[in-house]
């Protein structure tokens, strides 16, 4: 039901989109003025468009926003009431008002959710609406957008309806895309709505100025028709493309800066510095395996069991964070990302109950015996595998080349050749099957382990390899179906899937991201999340 954008290269950038900075006083504290770098331009701040909203969930606003630990919190929805079957929504909003001082209205919400999923619109996330009555057909062209499951029953009363309950829908409702927009300005701008930030009205914390759809400089100022000002202490967040981690340490030392991301070497050298401070991303990277191989002996080898977790017994997670990445990047213990989202009841990181023992362990000895038990069963001796990444990132040269080598040492007749190619060419190919192991990656939208779980269900579009567990198909089906309004039933689903899934080493996970900053210790009040609107600076302020 909702599949998640990711690849690892897509995935970097919107996810530290936002950026970051240390060292000499400025006077930003006096001002309150927040200055930022980010690694590449805006895209588009249509939030129908947008392909993340990594920053830009300062300036838009949905029922709820995201706080602490994804937690929702009081967004434009003053309340709100689930019907006992969890299929509808009544959301009554407060008294908001949009930038240029029109009053937010329910039919800004049914306005924004048709135009987000008319597909002549081509949002890259409307896929995230589907569970919403007709949502799916009518982003699929079959149905009208004023099918879709919403309705404005009066001017502060918006009604939604479900196909099923979602669980995470709370969640899923602090995200931007699901929020108002005006139709009064969209019709006024037509195609130049969302090209430049004098062609649109913001209902967050901030309005966003001076950004000309291309340029390197843009600023968040302090919206003063926000509905919440009273608790907005910056004036303005400046934000500067910075594309070389060495031009934002430098920018950071001059006070140019108050918070800038480390490259590998920096991070050696700042990690014992008092302003070094590091933010998880639930971006975890992994190898995909081709269940479906074009060659008969190489797909009977991926197939085997013992030989994935022989394989992923071989690698030493630690060594790789610690020496090769050297980022601060964590080990997983499994496939979902840690700090992700925790048990409705005990508020225990899924990442714990996930785990199983000896499938990501590092244990050379046991490697090899799974290693020549699986050689048997397949009738081989050596085995002679390509390994499918993507050039952009900069990470994949150093992790395949750390990969051939403990393959090759640990796993007696494992060859592994190395396959770098263009992000784009790499993504096509795992489309098409082309790979026998894939280094792939995920980042969660939103704080559910389904945003992670859901992958690797038998036909679904980011499956590249065709892995297929029909006990696992049942636990996920049931999660999202029968347990869908049983919040721990629900989790108990999940958690044993995902046991299921790591202990078959459907998938084999690598490491979690985890980006290093320099941070000026005046900054104060920043919530970062795992995922979803990762940055949010609405009680952000300079000491």
């Given amino acids: 039901m909702l599949l998640l954008v990711a690849v ?13 900075s240390s060292k000499q006083k400025t006077n930003s504290s006096k001002s309150q003025t927040l200055n930022l770098s980010t690694t590449t331009p805006l895209d588009t701040i249509d939030i129908s468009k947008s392909t993340g909203y990594g920053q830009t969930g300062n300036a838009f606003e949905s029922f709820y926003r995201l706080g602490k630990n994804g937690k929702p919190t009081a967004g434009l929805a003053q309340s709100t009431k689930k019907s006992k079957d969890g299929k509808t929504w009544t959301f009554k909003l407060r008294n908001a008002k949009w930038s240029n001082g029109d009053q937010i209205t329910a039919q800004d919400f049914v306005y924004s959710w048709r135009r987000t999923l008319n597909p002549k619109t081509k949002s890259t996330y409307a896929y995230l609406f589907s569970g919403i009555k007709n949502a799916d057909k009518v982003n699929a062209g079959k149905l009208s957008p004023n099918a879709v499951g919403i309705k404005a029953t009066n001017s502060k009363t918006v009604v939604v309806q479900l196909e099923k309950p979602i669980a995470y829908f709370k969640v899923l409702m602090s ?36 950004w000309n759809g291309t340029g390197n400089k843009w600023q968040f100022v302090k919206n003063n028709q926000y509905w919440d000002k009273g608790v907005v202490k910056l004036k303005k967040i400046n934000y500067t493309v910075v594309a070389s981690p060495t031009t934002g340490l430098e920018l950071y030392q001059q006070g140019k800066l108050d918070l800038t991301p480390l490259s590998n070497q920096q991070i050696k050298n700042y990690k014992n510095n008092s302003e070094f401070k590091q933010y998880p991303y639930s971006l975890v990277s992994f190898l995909e395996y081709n269940f479906k191989d074009a060659n008969s002996t190489k797909r009977k080898v991926m197939s085997n069991r013992n030989i994935r977790t022989a394989i992923s017994l071989s690698i030493n997670r630690k060594q790789l964070t610690k ?22 009841r005990t ?22 015996q799974y290693w020549e038990k699986g050689l048997k069963q397949v009738g081989v001796k050596k085995v ?29 007749g494992m060859t592994l050749n190395i396959r770098n190619v263009p992000g784009q060419v790499a993504t096509q190919d795992a489309l ?82 985890v980006t290093s900053y320099l941070q000026k210790p005046s900054l104060k009040g920043v919530i970062h999340n795992t995922a979803g609107t990762q940055w949010s600076y609405k009680y952000a302020y300079m000491k």
């Avoid at 499938?359 to 090899?368: F, G, M, P, Q, S």
């Avoid at 089906?477 to 869908?484: F, G, P, S």
Wanted: net charge neutral; proline share 5%.
């Fill in 175 to 210: 995200y931007p895309l699901f929020g108002p927009q005006n139709q009064k300005v969209v019709d006024k701008y037509g195609k130049k709505y969302g090209t430049r930030s004098q062609y649109m009205v913001y209902s967050g914390p901030f309005t966003i100025k001076n």
């Fill in 323 to 344: 020496k090769v990445l050297g980022d601060g990047s964590a080990t997983p213990t499994g496939f979902v990302a840690s700090q992700l989202a925790s048990d409705p």
């Fill in 432 to 513: 098409k099957g082309e790979f026998d192991i894939y280094l792939s990656g995920w980042g969660a939208d939103f704080n559910d382990p389904i945003s992670f779980l859901q992958i690797p269900e038998s036909g679904t579009a980011y499956n590249y390899g065709k892995y297929r567990n029909e006990t696992y198909d049942k636990l996920i089906n049931r999660a999202q179906n029968r347990d869908a309004n049983n919040a721990g039933q629900r989790w108990d689903d999940l958690v044993q899937a995902a046991k299921v899934f790591n202990k078959d080493q459907g998938m084999t996970p690598l490491y979690q991201q």
């Fill in 347 to 368: 508020g225990t990181d899924f990442a714990k109950q996930q785990a199983v023992a000896n499938t990501v362990d590092h244990n050379e000895k046991l490697a090899k």
């Fill in 8 to 20: 690892i290269g897509i995935i970097t950038v919107g996810l530290a989109a936002c950026g970051q």
């Fill in 384 to 412: 002679n595998l390509s390994i499918l990444a993507s050039s952009d990132d900069q990470t994949s040269s150093p992790v395949t080349q750390y990969l051939k080598a403990q393959f090759e040492k640990v796993l007696p």
